[in-house]
Every structure is written in structure tokens, then in C-alpha cells.
């Protein structure tokens, strides 16, 4: 076992080539180059200073180089005599009962343990002692049935402990056991070696996911202990900790995992993109010749195309790989359960989108459905710009929560709707709610909503699309005079797909009577919604791209 120093985790390591790769230094052209225009002598017999020195093979695999398969591995579960082991290791004063404050044992790291260990207590505890026997400890975990109806207890109550803190005498541990196994697995998954795991690499962490982006970003959120929005190796031996009566990551997961389904692909709409030779070159003239080989072998067999010289035949496939590269519409997350819907109502999906600031875990907000007693959380651990979808009715009441405290509440209505939670006030202390419904056309135009809290003193941006003199949104009565977007409105773009598909559109945000643009959103057609972001505090305007359903009604 390894100690891991649980305040300052250090795990970096040197990846000067992908960090390159990333900012798209001009060096690492040059094989992909020679590729292209030993190719293109192939069409015309113009080399154009063609260097069969240069090894392309090794750079292009790491461009195109598919994650390596994992097998997930089953754990058996545990005897009797496993748990009761389990339980005097947490009985710290041999009392042969388990009290709220060494409950809290379980979950060391966790922010809100103390509370959380309360719940455990509570949901175990059947005889009303105030403690956890072991006969009622072993209960808990006897068979599938009892361990269900802990966790659903569990689940109903832990949502009203976020951001209450730890408490209790025992303090956060400054160093947490982890396997060298575990260890190897983490630093596995941290590509970068920056000693975290974003949401793109952890979708390595289950490859065989139905939807592994939604679920890598269900998995970051439920592990993120900081709020930081990755998980470092302190939060990743917590989420991989033995069982017990305290696992917030899986109580996580059991509630907002259920909208990673397995959804189909939708099939490529064009054999290429010109903007792809522009990421992936620099010089222009280079782009040039890429865009004049696309229509030639994009979409073709190599076979037909190669018809001067066979030896070119691995060249084409190798450049079809990386020139002809057309994103697909991947698979879209499936809206939450949210209770039982009254017989023969309608079936609608509310989008909830969380528009003001949370800084850090003491300020994430959870999602309920508002029922006789307790609200059923329907999506917790949401921090800003996280949009849950629920399945809705009209009348149905959702309520927004900070810990047991209900900040605003909204009622659904007749038709699909996207629900923006924003701020007021001077130090956005307020909560405000506001909901737009939109008609779907057919025509799979996105949505943009200013969700950044602010920008909303400068009031309505003047809106604008770059290069075009055209309306930016199909509501031609929202003039600024030619468009304008304010703190939690949304409209639709006015973007025809097949052009986007061809040439991503750039839809510039205007301060007011300024001549300077606060937000710039490349509007891939991948996209569905796009929200603005930025914090003058902590980060610079920008904006946050989703691909969801169910925005519109028909």
C-alpha cells in the first residue's frame, strides 16, 4: 500500500509532444505534409519539395491511435465474515455499535461526511438506538432486496446534505491508503500526466460505456469532491474505496447515471470538411492543396482514385483517415425518471440548465421533484452550466436545492422546455428561474442561452454572425437591431445545417454601444446548445457546447 498525501497531489509528468500537438506547433506538420504532397504527385506529378526521408508512420498513428480496450473485472461479493471484519475496523471504541461520528469513518475525504453519516445511521438503524449494531449492520448488506431499500433511503436523504461541511471529531485524514495497482490504474487514465483525470479521459475509465461522454461526465461529476471539474488521485481512491454503508459515488451514479443509455449514431452527413485542413496545417498554401485533394478522395475507394502509381495506395488510406475526418451527431443522453407521471398525462422534457455560479462543493445544487413529504431528487452534485434532462408533465413541480434549502421552483408545462436558474443581486444571492419552449421545424438549428451571470449588468449583447450581414436567429422580431440576446433568454440560430456541416458559422456577442465583442461561439453543427459562460474573477468569456435532445417540442 501507498500513502497519498491528501492536500497536495502530485502525479505530473513530462508530455511535451501532446502538449505540442495541442497547440498545433507547425513542426509537427511536416509528415502529415509530406503525405499529402507525395499524394497529390501521385494526381498531377507535382512533388513540391516532397522529403521521402521523413518517417510519417509514427506521427500519424499518434493522431489517429484508438484507446487501448479494458475489461472490466466482476468483484465477488462479501462473506459474513468480511463484514463483521468491516465493522469492528470502524467500531473505534469496541462498543459493538457503529455511532454517527465513526459512521463517518467510511468516508474520510468526503466534504460532507459527518451529515451523510447521519443519513447511514438513520436508513440502518431500525431499532431506534441511535447506532448501528452489528446484527444491523449485517442486515444491510444480507441480500440485494435489503441492500436496495438502504440505498433508497440513502439516496432520498444524502441530496440535503451537500455543502453542510464535515464535522464530527474525527478529522479529514492528511494521508488515505491506495493500492500500487490503483496508483498505476489513475496515472493510466491521466494521459497528460497534470496528476488529473478530465472528462475526456475518463471516458478510458469504461470503453465500453453505452454513451461513454455522458457517462465520463457523470463519473467526474460524481467524484469530484472540490469542485474542480476532474478527479485527482485522492478523489479517484475515494470513488474506487471498499464498500460500506457511506459511497456517494455510487449513490451518485445509482441517481443521474440513468441518462447514459445507449442511444444510435447518426450516420455521416458529408464525406469532408475544408475546416479540417485547416486545424490540421498552418501555412496556407499547405491548406490549399489539402482542400483541393478532399473532393478527389474523400468519400472514394483508394482503389478507383490511385490509378498512376499502387505504391500510393497506403498513403491515400492513411490521409482519408486524418483529411477526410467528418464529426457525427454522437449519441444524445435519455432524460431522468422522475417518479411515477399521473395516468394518461402528457410526456414531456424539461432541460434545466443551472445559469449562476458555484464555487466549489459548498454551493452545488441538486434537483427534486416535488412530492407529499420529502422532494425526490431527480439530479444532484450539479455544478454551473450542468444541464439534467427530466422526463416531465404538465403541472409537475421540479424545485432547485442547496442542501436542504429550496432555492426556486418551477412548474412544467404543455410542450418541451429549456429552464435557465439563474442569479440576482449584487453578490448573485438571489435565485431566479426562467423557462423558454421552443417548436421544433425540422430543420436541427441550435439553440444559444446567455447563461453567463456576468455580463448581465452590460445588458441586451447586440448579436451578429461573422462575415454575414443576415439575421443570427429565426425570431426576426428580436432586433438590436439586428438580434440581441440578455441574461437567461435563448433563441434559436438561424443556420442552415448543410452549410454549418461545410463551414462552421461564428456568432459574435457585442457589448452595447461598445465596438468590442465579449463572446465569440463557433457554432458546430455537432452541437445542439450552446451556452455562455465566464466569471470576470476566475475566467474569461467563453461558452460550453452540448449535444442534447429534446430541446424542442413537435
Keep these: 500500500m501507498v500513502k497519498v498525501n491528501t492536500s497536495n497531489v502530485n502525479a505530473s509528468a513530462d508530455h511535451m509532444f501532446l502538449q505540442h500537438l495541442k497547440e498545433g506547433r507547425e513542426e509537427l506538420d511536416s509528415p502529415l505534409v509530406t503525405t499529402l504532397l507525395h499524394l ?18 509514427r506521427w500519424l498513428s499518434t493522431l489517429l491511435r484508438a484507446p487501448n480496450k479494458q475489461t472490466k473485472k466482476t468483484k465477488a461479493p462479501l462473506s459474513d465474515d468480511d463484514k463483521k471484519k468491516m465493522f469492528a475496523e470502524f467500531d473505534a471504541n469496541k462498543d459493538k455499535a457503529l455511532s454517527i461520528d465513526e459512521s463517518s469513518l467510511m468516508a474520510p475525504t468526503d466534504n460532507d461526511r459527518y451529515c451523510n453519516a ?7 438503524d431500525t431499532d431506534g438506538s441511535g447506532a448501528v449494531e452489528e446484527s444491523e449492520f449485517l442486515a444491510t448488506f444480507e441480500s440485494k432486496k435489503a441492500e436496495d431499500g438502504f440505498l433508497s433511503c440513502y439516496s432520498k436523504y444524502e441530496p440535503m446534505c451537500h455543502g453542510t461541511g464535515g464535522g464530527g471529531p474525527y478529522e479529514k485524514p492528511k494521508e488515505v491508503e491506495a493500492s500500487k495497482d490503483l496508483i498505476a490504474a489513475f496515472k ?90 485547416k486545424a490540421l496545417f498552418a501555412y496556407e498554401h499547405v491548406r490549399k492543396k489539402c482542400m483541393r485533394l478532399q473532393p478527389q478522395i474523400c468519400g472514394q475507394d483508394c482503389k478507383d482514385v490511385i490509378k498512376k502509381n499502387k505504391d500510393n495506395m497506403d498513403e491515400c488510406k492513411e490521409l482519408q483517415k486524418a483529411i477526410c475526418y467528418v464529426p457525427r451527431l454522437g449519441p444524445q443522453p435519455e432524460p431522468l425518471p422522475a417518479g411515477t407521471a399521473p ?30 413529504g420529502l422532494p ?23 424545485g432547485v436545492y ?86 437567461l433568454q435563448c433563441e434559436v440560430l ?61
Excluded at 513540391?48 to 508512420?57: F, H, I, T
Excluded at 447521519?118 to 440502518?124: D, G, L, Y
Excluded at 430543420?443 to 452590460?458: E, G, L
Aim: with cysteine.
Design 188 to 277: 493510466k487514465a491521466d494521459k497528460d500526466g497534470n496528476g488529473k483525470i478530465s472528462k475526456e479521459e475518463a471516458v478510458s475509465l469504461d470503453t465500453k460505456a453505452p454513451n461513454p461522454g455522458c457517462t465520463a461526465d457523470i463519473t467526474v461529476r460524481c467524484a469530484d469532491e472540490n469542485g474542480s471539474g476532474d478527479i485527482d488521485l485522492v478523489e479517484f481512491v475515494d470513488m474506487n474505496a471498499k464498500p460500506g454503508m457511506m459511497n456517494d459515488y455510487l449513490v451518485c451514479q445509482s441517481i443521474n447515471g440513468p441518462t447514459c443509455v445507449k442511444r444510435k449514431k447518426e450516420k455521416k452527413e458529408v464525406d469532408y470538411q475544408p475546416q479540417q485542413c
Design 402 to 487: 442547496r442542501g436542504a434549502r429550496r432555492l426556486a421552483k418551477w412548474t412544467a408545462g404543455q410542450h418541451n422546455e429549456i429552464v435557465l436558474v439563474g442569479q440576482t443581486g449584487k453578490d448573485g444571492e438571489n435565485t431566479t428561474v426562467t423557462g423558454e419552449s421552443f417548436h421544433d421545424e425540422q430543420v436541427q438549428r441550435p439553440i444559444v442561452c446567455h447563461t453567463a451571470p456576468f455580463a448581465q449588468d452590460f445588458g441586451p449583447l447586440r448579436a451578429t454572425i461573422a462575415g454575414k450581414s443576415w439575421y443570427p436567429f429565426t425570431d426576426t422580431k428580436n432586433q438590436y437591431p439586428k438580434g440581441s440576446l440578455d441574461y
Design 118 to 124: 447521519a443519513v447511514s445511521v438513520m436508513c440502518a
Design 494 to 554: 438561424a443556420l442552415d445545417r448543410k452549410d454549418s456541416l461545410k463551414h462552421a458559422e461564428t456568432l459574435q456577442l457585442w457589448m452595447p454601444e461598445r465596438n468590442r465583442v465579449l463572446f465569440s461561439v463557433v457554432c458546430d453543427p455537432m452541437q445542439t446548445l450552446f451556452l455562455l459562460s465566464g466569471d470576470l474573477k476566475a475566467q474569461d468569456a467563453g461558452y460550453k457546447a452540448l449535444n442534447l435532445g429534446y430541446l424542442k417540442w413537435e
Design 376 to 398: 425526490l431528487p431527480v439530479a444532484t452534485k450539479l455544478n454551473y452550466l450542468d444541464c439534467p434532462q427530466v422526463k416531465a408533465y404538465p403541472g409537475m413541480e421540479l
Design 343 to 372: 395516468k394518461d398525462a402528457k410526456e414531456t422534457v424539461v432541460t434545466v440548465c443551472i445559469a449562476r455560479r458555484t464555487y466549489g462543493p459548498y454551493s452545488q445544487l441538486w434537483l427534486g421533484v416535488t412530492q407529499p
Design 40 to 57: 497529390e504527385q501521385a494526381f498531377d506529378g507535382d512533388s513540391q519539395g516532397y522529403d521521402p526521408s521523413v518517417s510519417k508512420s
